[in-house]
């Protein structure tokens, strides 16, 4: 198996709602990093070309640069928690690389760090985890 990991970042504020309190709002240095897996490289010997998935990523996170996340989509819906954050990144970033990814390639995680030593990760369902279900 193959990994390969990409990281971004960008400054956000939010406030997210505990135990029905709504916290002040407040800004982070949000650092983003994603990693794909897959067990097959192409014929250039590639899990995928590093380019295509740093601008997929920077794509995602792109409306969420010097913004309040609880004015952005979705989290304009959604309580912008880290949590959240990881889930929407990973999975909006799988969408933008249908077309480029190999088959047997996918996003595998995506680590969400929001201040220094603290940090979420989400990885979504394998699809034959899916299928077992």
């Known amino acids: 198996m193959y990994h390969l990991t990409v990281e971004t970042e960008f400054c ?17 240095n949000w650092r983003v990093t994603l990693t794909l897996a897959g067990a097959s490289l ?13 601008a997929a990523l920077r794509e995602v996170v792109s409306p969420f640069a010097n913004a309040d996340l609880n004015a952005t989509p979705p989290f304009d819906r959604v309580n912008p ?8 990144v990973a999975e909006s970033t799988q969408r ?5 990814l190999p088959p047997d390639a996918r996003v595998a995680a ?6 220094p030593g603290c940090a979420v990760t989400y990885h979504p369902p394998h699809p034959t985890d899916e299928r077992m279900s």
């Open 110 to 115: 995506c680590r969400v760090t929001e201040a």
């Open 96 to 100: 933008a690389l249908a077309g480029v």
């Open 81 to 88: 928690t880290a949590e959240h954050v990881a889930r929407h």
């Open 12 to 28: 956000a504020a939010h406030a997210i709602v505990m135990r029905g309190v709504r916290e002040p709002n407040h800004g982070h």
């Open 42 to 54: 192409d014929g250039d010997g590639l899990l995928c070309d590093f380019h295509a998935v740093e």
